[in-house]
């Protein structure tokens, strides 16, 4: 094996990465199932520090989740009230 096969094939990846970049915007209010106004009940309940912004029902357990933007992913978390319980619309 040469020694400059290790670099060339090193410097074609990087090349060929740098291309593959894609940009997506997200619009979290275009979400299927994001609600457009939150009930004041569940407002009332909810614990601080969650986005009351972006909340939707899950058709699977009927819970809210509210959506978490985090340094590295955006993903939806159980909607919890303050003393820790999930926030649901039929009992579990």
Do not use: F, H
Not at 48 to 62: C, M, Y
């Amino acid at each position: 094996m040469k020694i400059g096969q290790p670099i060339l094939a090193v410097s074609i990846l990087s090349l060929l990465g740098a291309c593959t970049t894609a940009t997506t915007s997200m619009n979290p209010n275009a979400a299927p199932g994001t609600l457009a106004e939150l009930p004041e009940s569940v407002v009332a309940i909810a614990a601080p520090n969650q986005n009351l912004q972006s909340v939707r029902i899950q058709p699977d357990d009927g819970c809210y989740w509210y959506q978490w933007v985090g340094p590295v992913e955006t993903t939806y978390l159980p909607l919890r009230s303050t003393d820790g319980r999930p926030i649901c619309t039929r009992p579990q």
